[in-house]
């Protein structure tokens, strides 16, 4: 069938099994070199892999869970959506979640996902007790931080090239309500927005969406958001006894492609310009129900349409402390040059490394989207060569189109793990289009 | 409020699994009854931990009638709804040169779902109250010669879903006969099924408990089966018989 990531770019035809145990997972291997697959959240082609392409989704059953520690025992196609449906009316909430509910167990580790707290408390692989995954021949082998921790160090982040991950056990934290206190701080330009995220390094929650429509004195505009959970003290005295009860959001649907015209760069410079005088207009100080505070995208399925039939490409990278500023403004200066908007620009500061080829690192990420035309794929040559000026690196996650001399100049690592799979014989048993696209 | 549980035969399948869920959403503990119910401590675990309800897990073989009072015996609590889904597709080809496969298809489709809803029904009609949900198919409409051995098995639970509801109208029983037109499940997985006319297990789950709710007699998964079904119905059998379905 016809897959593609979602960012709907590059659409390839594959070989879909949908395995329902362990037996048939390790037959399923035998039919060539293979990739796993989660929910397909991810934007290009390292979920797909077009002879032999895995959903993990049956994978869906959760194992077991312990209150004293917080500690959930999930199969890898489970999806967080269905985690926190669970445990959040317990007074659980995932201690990392990305932009979207809509993705796997399987797929978190596998990505070492972010979230809005990463300056604090790292990615998700910090709170994963251990794994298990299927080697080429079909057995299992669990490993944890002390339990056979080089594949462990690689498996987390390493895209599923390290073979499908089965099962994992991580942990949630507490949480008194489902409501976020949320702060909002709208910045005139990037010093401002730097300044504001380092001035607010203890909050738990801290992102920026940044306008990247204007140039000049006001580079680098943003609306800052800082968010806690809020406990139950802080709520109005009627919510109180229902704490986790917040308001159902209605799904809307994208249920067609939009036309090209829609997202142009009068509609995005129109919508960037509302959103900034909307956001800034905004109280300094809410309660967010946590699907606005951390899913704002969620409650519109499909949104991904949006961006036409051609589909979109992301760019994410990280840029060093030190570089943050002058790379910001590098990027910054040549995407308002190039008029090609990003709709949805978001600007986080980032804490400590993980683990493998884990994406992130102390520093700045700035994640982009645009629509893909030929316009936007030199745009983001560009993009890397400034990134690479400025020691950054790339999520790959969001990439469709690096090159591999591009991902090996910005990460030494790659060559190891490229070595790893090599000794441990990985490399012909699970490929992906990203892996082979990237010569992992 | 605390529910009775309720009852599900043939719970590996996809159908039963996928119902289970449902009625678990709701609140009700659940019965589980299979082959081999090691292979469901799985679900079990997740069930429990999603929906908060009871499961429980019991061993049993359809094919053993005797055993049908045993397990029902045995059950903490009868309880307020029985579902069966069990049933066996076979392979006709077989069937027709092997006439002890086709005795284990007729039984597992017809005698042993009749047998084991019918001695639930009596001890339902005892306590005055129950509901009885019996999967046939649409098979059971028609005989075709690419199934008529599953068919004519389904046919014959089809009728005695319909005498056991006439029996217990008014009784405070109510049985529901479930046609689910082609589902895509276990039993049919590498078949080529046109996917207008095929409904996904959770489809039926769904179908089902609202089914349930409701009170109602037959229930058509997807509405499109209902008409295709009474085309097929009204064929003259002169034309029928040279036709290939
Ligand atoms: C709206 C939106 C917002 C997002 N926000 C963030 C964010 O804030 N932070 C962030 O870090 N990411 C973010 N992402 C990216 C997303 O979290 C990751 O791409 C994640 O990996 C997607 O999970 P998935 O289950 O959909 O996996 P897929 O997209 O299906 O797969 C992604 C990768 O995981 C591998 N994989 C999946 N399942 C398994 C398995 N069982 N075993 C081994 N490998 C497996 C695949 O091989 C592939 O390499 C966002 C994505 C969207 C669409
Ligand atoms: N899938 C369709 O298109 C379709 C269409 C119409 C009707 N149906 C009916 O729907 C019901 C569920 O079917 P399904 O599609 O989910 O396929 P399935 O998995 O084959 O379901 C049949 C179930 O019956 C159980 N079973 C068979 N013999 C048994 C025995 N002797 N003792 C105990 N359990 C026994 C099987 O258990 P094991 O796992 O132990 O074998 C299995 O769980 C069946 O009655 C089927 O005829 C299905």
Redesign the pocket.
């Known amino acids: 069938m016809m897959l593609s990531g979602w960012g709907r770019f590059p659409r390839q035809s594959c070989a879909v099994s949908d395995p329902r145990d362990i037996d048939e997972l390790a037959q399923v291997l035998q039919a060539g070199s293979a990739i796993a697959r989660g929910n397909g959240r991810s934007y290009g082609d390292s979920a797909l892999n077009p002879v032999n392409t895995i959903d993990m989704r049956r994978f869906g059953r959760m194992v077991s869970f312990d209150p004293m520690t917080g500690q959930i025992v999930a199969e890898a196609g489970v999806l967080l959506a269905d985690i926190i449906d669970t445990f959040l009316p317990r007074g659980w909430f995932p201690s990392v979640t990305p932009g979207t509910r809509f993705v796997t167990v399987g797929g978190m580790i596998a990505s070492d996902v972010h979230g809005k707290n990463h300056h604090l408390h790292g990615a998700f692989g910090a709170f994963l007790d251990w794994i298990e995954v299927m080697a080429p021949d079909g057995r299992i082998t669990r490993c944890s931080r002390t339990e056979k921790p080089e594949l462990f160090h690689w498996t987390v982040g390493g895209m599923g090239l390290t073979g499908p991950i089965v099962c994992a056990a991580f942990r949630l934290r507490r949480v008194e309500t489902g409501w976020i206190r949320q702060t909002n701080l709208p910045t005139r330009n990037l010093e401002e927005t730097l300044a504001a995220f380092e001035t607010h390094h203890s909050s738990t929650y801290s992102v920026a969406w940044i306008d990247c429509l204007t140039g000049g004195d006001t580079l680098g505009r943003s609306l800052i958001s800082l968010g806690e959970h809020a406990a139950a003290s802080d709520l109005a005295w009627d919510k109180r006894k229902q704490p986790f009860d917040t308001p159902a959001k209605r799904l809307l649907s994208m249920p067609v492609s939009a036309p090209a015209f829609v997202l142009n760069r009068h509609t995005v410079r129109a919508f960037n310009d509302i959103y900034y005088r909307r956001g800034a207009a905004r109280p300094v100080e809410e309660l967010s129900d946590w699907k606005s505070f951390f899913y704002p995208l969620d409650s519109i399925l499909n949104w991904n349409r949006l961006y036409g039939r051609r589909g979109f490409i992301q760019f994410q990278c990280v840029l060093p402390p030190a570089a943050s500023a002058a790379g910001l403004a590098a990027l910054l200066e040549r995407i308002t040059h190039s008029g090609l908007g990003s709709f949805l620009a978001v600007l986080k500061r980032l804490g400590d490394a993980g683990t493998g080829i884990s994406f992130p690192m102390p520093g700045y990420t700035l994640a982009l989207d645009f629509p893909v035309s030929p316009g936007a794929l030199d745009l983001l040559t560009e993009l890397d060569r400034i990134a690479l000026d400025h020691e950054g690196r790339f999520y790959l996650a969001k990439d469709s189109r690096m090159t591999p001399s591009t991902l090996r100049r910005s990460d030494k690592r790659a060559e190891d793990f490229r070595a790893m799979r090599q000794a441990m014989g990985l490399s012909s048993a699970f490929t992906s289009s990203q892996s082979e696209r990237l010569l992992l | 409020m605390t529910r009775l549980p309720v009852l599900i035969?043939?719970?590996?399948?996809?159908?039963?699994m996928a119902t289970a869920r449902r009625f678990a959403e709701a609140g009700y503990p659940l019965q589980l009854?299979?082959?081999?119910t090691e292979?469901l401590e799985r679900d079990r675990a997740d069930i429990e931990l999603r929906h908060g309800v009871k499961v429980s897990l019991y061993d049993?073989?359809?094919?053993?009638i005797a055993s049908h009072s045993a397990l029902l015996d045995s059950l903490p609590d009868l309880p307020g709804i029985a579902v069966?889904?069990?049933?066996?597709?076979g392979d006709q080809a077989e069937n027709e040169s092997d006439a002890g496969a086709a005795i284990r298809v007729m039984r597992?489709?017809y005698e042993?779902?009749a047998c084991f809803l019918g001695e639930i029904a009596n001890r339902f009609e005892a306590r005055g109250s129950g509901t009885l949900v019996g999967?046939?198919?649409?098979?059971g409409e028609r005989g075709r010669a690419t199934n008529y051995v599953?068919g004519s098995a389904?046919a014959g639970f089809t009728a005695y879903l319909s005498g056991l509801r006439n029996r217990l109208a008014g009784k405070g029983i109510h049985v529901l006969t479930?046609?689910?037109?082609?589902?895509?499940?276990?039993?049919?997985a590498g078949m080529d099924?046109p996917k207008r006319l095929?409904a996904q297990?959770d489809e039926v789950g769904r179908a089902i408990f609202a089914a349930v709710q409701r009170r109602r007699n037959i229930l058509y998964v997807k509405p499109v089966w209902q008409l295709v079904m009474a085309v097929i119905r009204n064929i003259p059998e002169p034309v029928f018989k040279r036709l290939k379905l």
């Open positions: 035969l043939g719970a590996g399948s996809d159908i039963a009854a299979a082959r081999r292979r049993f073989d359809a094919l053993d069966s889904a069990i049933g066996l597709l597992t489709n042993a779902p999967i046939s198919s649409v098979a599953y389904k479930v046609l689910p037109g082609f589902v895509d499940t276990r039993m049919t099924l095929t297990p």
